[in-house]
């Protein structure tokens, strides 16, 4: 028994046909990195959201986290399929992530256009992961980035949205 919790995870060659693994698990690993950090931001907003437009920012915040929340295992889970490991360190996800936070205790209308930019930037990430995994003939982290662009998409616009006065 001892021996089995004595096993390091180490990355592999899985044979997929994916021309430049690394590349792609990389690119992936950034927006693991993305996703986590701003699944964490929207849930603090979640929670600290105030105003007349409370209900409305709170709930639709709640759907978002929990939406990136089950993604952001989809993304890991793929960067292990391609044969990598995954980022461990919460520094990493920091230093990697294009998610902004905010200054100070910012107010409803800030929080909200902070996230929108936030997810209009890693929809950008998105699209280049997309054109990188279908360049290294990856189609699955092509369809998986796709997919993530356009909930990222929809979440800005609604953001936006409610932002506008």
Known sequence: MA?????VPKPSDPA???RDE???????????ADTYRLTIKTHAIHWNV??????AVHEM???QYEEMFEAVDDLAERVRALGRLTPMRFKGLIDDS??????DTPSAGEMVESL??????VAKRMHALAELAGGQRDIVTEDLAVSRSAFHEKAAWMLRAIARH
């Open 3 to 7: 021996d089995a919790l004595n096993v």
């Open 16 to 18: 997929t046909g994916v």
């Open 22 to 32: 690394d590349k792609v698990a990389e690119a992936l690993a950034d927006v693991v």
């Open 50 to 55: 105030e105003g007349p437009l409370f209900h």
């Open 61 to 63: 915040t709640e759907e």
């Open 98 to 103: 294009v998610v902004a936070d905010m200054e």
């Open 116 to 121: 929108a930019a936030d997810h209009s930037r």
